[in-house]
Structure formats: structure tokens, C-alpha cells
């Protein structure tokens, strides 16, 4: 009687641990479908959802940081030829992004509508000094007269040149390089970002996910347009992607992120780099394709960004992207930092750049379930080109074609310890919770099963030897 029991016992036993290890393998997918319907409902734009209240508010603190391009040798280049030499100088760091989503309406067609109202304040706790520091910095009205008015016409912008007493530097403030001044030569307000503070970036139209979880924060239009009309071809005027802050959960590794940056006047993609901690929470970081800015000859689908053969050289330099044709015809090239991935002639024109893949490259740190972006580094550079001309004096000992950096920026934000905070608890605490009560469940089944069979087959062979 007592070994049947024995036997018994170790019988609801084996039992018992198949069921644990059953309902722990159970347990990982209905879980894991538990999860992904909570996280898909709450990356839905709309109010009371958590991806609303990031969407909407002006969010964590985005910073902008300016580098500017110092010239050490003015003169020299003016009146001999000589290579520019320039030297770094900055940060000088303003708080931008600070103000909430405005005009957002909710369409029919799942999406919502908004323009996104900018603005900067500058912080002197994280600058190099103050925006009253000077620059020795290329004019900006020379510059983009020099490409605007036609090279039959030189001889009049000369006198207008020398009556005006520009030359092709000039000595201005940072404040005044940046959000305008009062320039002789053109008789209007010029500066790299004039205008900015007051005024708005948009419209945008976005998809909500409330139809369709992938296509969440997706654009679905641009200051009213589904398309561009800068680069008068169908691939290089598409809008692809969303604004870069959150892309659809559950974020593959294999699979590029498409943004669109009007910034730039295009669309982009970033790839995996790897995974990082970022204050306790994973993150999968995503950097520009090194193939964004190269030649045609290298990715072909840069063909139709290529419109003006002599400053590109053919369309072989790579690294530079020409944005003159949304900017109202001003000789506007975009980079990344020091040229960073850009042809060596870039480099060898202008002295003095040092590219860092560390301190130069793009990139996203995305959080994979939810697909928010928790931190970012959006780094370019502003350039300018001018040319040898036989009428414009200052002009008169350029020997070639020079795409002259100004200034470089990273636009930069990361989670703060409370939004850290509230991840971990509202989903970290939750899917670890869920991955440690499978585990234990599957592993305490499995050997409570083992155990109880291993001792049921000793028990009924020590039986069998005694009979």
C-alpha cells in the first residue's frame, strides 16, 4: 500500500510539473500577445494614449548646438589665393523645440494635422562663451550673389561690391551669423537661420495608427503636398518615413528607418548599429546610411539630387548635398560635420576639418517595442560655395570652385531619469515580470517532472527486484 501511494505521489507529481511547464510555454505567447495589444494601443496618436501626451507636448528639452568655422588667413586668401584655414569654435548652445505641437486637427483619413511653432534661447551654462562672440566668417550676401547673378552681370555687382566696401569674409557676432543682420550689400536681413524665432515649421499631416499600427507618425503630407518639388524626379521628391521622434513598435533591426528632414529638403534612412543601456533601458541605435550623401557614381539613386556639374564636378563629389533649389536659389550645401564621408578634395580645399565618425555621425537610439525614440544626435553642416570670377576683385585669385563650411550643428535630446523612470516601471517592469514568470513556470515544471519520473521508474524497479 505505501508504494502504491509512493507511486502514486510521484505520478501527480509528473503530472503536476507538465502542467507548469505546459502553462509556462503557454504563458510566453499569449503574453507576448497580451503586450503587444497594450503597446499597440497606446502608440496610437490620439488623446489619453501614451504616444498623445509625447506627441503633443514640446516633450524632453532639444538643444541646438552651433560650431562655427573661424578663418585664420582672411587676407591671404583674398589677395594671394591662398588655401582658408579655419578653426573650430563653439558650442554656443540654444534651447529649441520647447514649444507644444500647435493647430492639430484630427482627420477622417487617420491622420492629424499640426505645424510645429520653433524658437531658440540661448544658454550660456553650455556655451563656450557669449552670442556677442565674434566670427571671421565667408559674407553671406557676396556668396549668394555671386551664384545668383549671372557671370555676365559681375562687373555691376563689383561696383556694387566696392561701394559697399564688402569683401568675401566678414567680422560678425553669433547672433547676428545666426538669426540675421542688416546687410549693405543685398539692402535685407540675412543670417543662416533668419528667420526662425516666431515662426513655424509645417504643415504636416501624420498617420495616427488608429487604423493601421505600422503606419503611426508615418507622413502622409508636407506643407499640404504628398510629394516634393525640389528635385523634379519621383524618387528623390518623395517623403518617406516620419519626423525621426517615433516609429511603429516592435522596431526589426534588419529593417532601415525612414525619416524625412526638411532640414535637408529629402527623405533619409538610418540603419542598425547596435544595442546600447541607455539609463537602464535597451535601445537599438540607428545611424545614417554611409551611402546618403555619396557620389552617383557610388549609389546611383543620388542621380537626381545632382544639379549644378561644375560645384559637384561632374556629380562625382560625394558627401555634399546641393539644397539651392529649396532655398530660393542661394548656393546652400548641406554636409555632414568636417565633411565627414565626403570626398578628400573637400577637405584638402578648406584646412583645418578633422571628421569623427564619434562626434560627427547621425544617429537615433530607438527604444524596439515601442518604437520611441529616447535619444538622438542630428548632426549637419552649413556650407556655402563660391568661384574664381575675372570682374569680382576679391574673387580675382580663386583658382577654383569652393564649398566653404560656415558652421555645423548637433541637434541633440535624451530622456531625463523621470521619463527613464516611467518606461522602466509602465513596460520594462512588466515584460521582465512576464519573461521571469515563464521561465520559472517552464523550468519548475520541467524538473518537477524529471524528478517525479526519474524517482517513479527507481521506485518501480527496486519493487520489481524485490518480487
Known amino acids: 500500500m505505501g508504494c502504491c501511494n509512493r507511486r502514486c505521489g510521484l505520478i501527480a507529481g509528473a503530472v503536476f510539473g507538465a502542467v507548469l511547464a505546459v502553462l509556462g510555454g503557454v504563458l510566453l505567447p499569449v503574453g507576448n500577445s497580451i503586450v503587444q495589444t497594450t503597446v499597440e494601443k497606446e502608440a496610437v496618436i490620439e488623446p489619453g494614449t501614451t504616444a498623445y501626451d509625447n506627441w503633443v507636448a514640446g516633450g524632453v528639452v532639444v538643444y541646438r548646438q552651433f560650431w562655427f568655422f573661424d578663418v585664420q588667413n582672411a587676407e591671404e586668401v583674398v589677395k594671394s589665393g591662398a588655401t582658408p584655414v579655419v578653426l573650430e569654435k563653439g558650442p554656443y548652445t540654444y534651447k529649441t523645440r520647447y514649444l507644444a505641437k500647435d493647430n492639430i486637427t484630427f482627420n477622417a483619413n487617420m491622420t492629424a494635422s499640426f505645424v510645429l511653432p520653433v524658437g531658440a534661447i540661448f544658454d550660456p551654462s553650455m556655451s563656450v562663451g557669449t552670442e556677442e562672440d565674434k566670427v571671421t566668417s565667408l559674407n553671406l550676401a557676396v556668396a549668394a550673389a555671386y551664384s545668383v547673378v549671372p557671370t555676365l552681370l559681375h562687373s555691376m555687382l563689383e561696383a556694387m561690391m566696392v561701394a559697399t566696401n564688402s569683401s568675401l569674409f566678414q567680422y560678425r557676432s553669433v547672433k547676428e551669423l545666426l538669426w540675421g543682420y542688416n546687410d549693405t550689400l543685398l539692402k535685407s536681413e540675412l543670417g543662416l537661420f533668419f528667420p526662425y524665432n516666431g515662426t513655424y515649421e509645417g504643415s504636416f499631416n501624420v498617420y495616427t495608427g488608429k487604423d493601421d499600427i505600422s503606419k503611426v507618425g508615418i507622413i502622409d503630407r508636407w506643407r499640404g503636398e504628398r510629394s516634393l518639388h525640389f528635385w523634379d524626379d519621383e524618387y528623390c521628391d518623395m517623403i518617406n518615413g516620419t519626423d525621426a521622434s517615433s516609429f511603429a513598435p516592435f522596431v526589426d533591426k534588419k529593417t532601415p528607418l525612414y525619416f524625412f528632414s526638411s532640414d535637408i529638403c529629402r527623405s533619409v534612412s538610418a540603419g542598425f548599429e547596435e544595442s546600447l543601456d541607455l539609463k537602464g533601458i535597451e535601445?537599438?541605435?540607428?545611424?545614417?546610411?554611409?551611402?546618403?550623401?555619396?557620389?552617383?557614381?557610388?549609389?546611383?539613386?543620388?542621380?537626381?539630387?545632382?544639379?549644378?556639374?561644375?560645384t559637384t564636378r561632374n556629380c562625382t563629389l560625394a558627401g555634399v548635398l546641393d539644397i539651392s533649389t529649396c532655398q530660393d536659389g542661394k548656393p546652400i550645401f548641406i554636409s555632414l560635420p568636417h565633411f565627414l564621408y565626403g570626398s578628400d578634395y573637400l577637405r584638402e580645399a578648406v584646412k583645418g576639418l578633422n571628421p569623427n565618425k564619434e562626434h560627427h555621425d547621425t544617429f537615433l537610439d530607438v527604444e524596439p517595442t515601442t518604437g520611441f525614440t529616447l535619444r538622438f544626435a542630428k548632426r549637419i553642416q552649413v556650407n556655402m560655395?563660391?568661384?574664381?570670377?575675372?570682374?569680382?576683385?576679391?574673387?580675382?585669385?580663386?583658382?577654383?570652385?569652393?564649398?566653404?563650411?560656415?558652421?555645423?550643428?548637433?541637434?541633440?535630446?535624451?530622456?531625463?531619469?523621470?521619463?527613464?523612470?516611467?518606461?522602466?516601471?509602465?513596460?520594462?517592469?512588466?515584460?521582465?515580470?512576464?519573461?521571469?514568470?515563464?521561465?520559472?513556470?517552464?523550468?519548475?515544471?520541467?524538473a518537477i517532472f524529471l524528478v517525479c519520473s526519474i524517482s517513479y521508474c527507481v521506485v518501480r524497479r527496486n519493487q520489481s527486484k524485490v518480487a
Request: aromatic residues 8%.
Open 385 to 446: 560655395v563660391y568661384g574664381p570670377s575675372k570682374n569680382i576683385t576679391v574673387l580675382q585669385k580663386v583658382k577654383d570652385y569652393t564649398i566653404f563650411p560656415l558652421v555645423w550643428m548637433n541637434e541633440t535630446a535624451a530622456l531625463d531619469d523621470e521619463a527613464a523612470e516611467m518606461i522602466k516601471g509602465e513596460l520594462m517592469s512588466r515584460l521582465e515580470m512576464l519573461d521571469i514568470l515563464w521561465k520559472a513556470l517552464l523550468g519548475t515544471g520541467v
Open 283 to 310: 535601445v537599438y541605435r540607428f545611424a545614417l546610411q554611409q551611402d546618403t550623401l555619396a557620389s552617383p557614381t557610388v549609389n546611383p539613386d543620388n542621380e537626381c539630387f545632382c544639379k549644378n556639374n561644375k
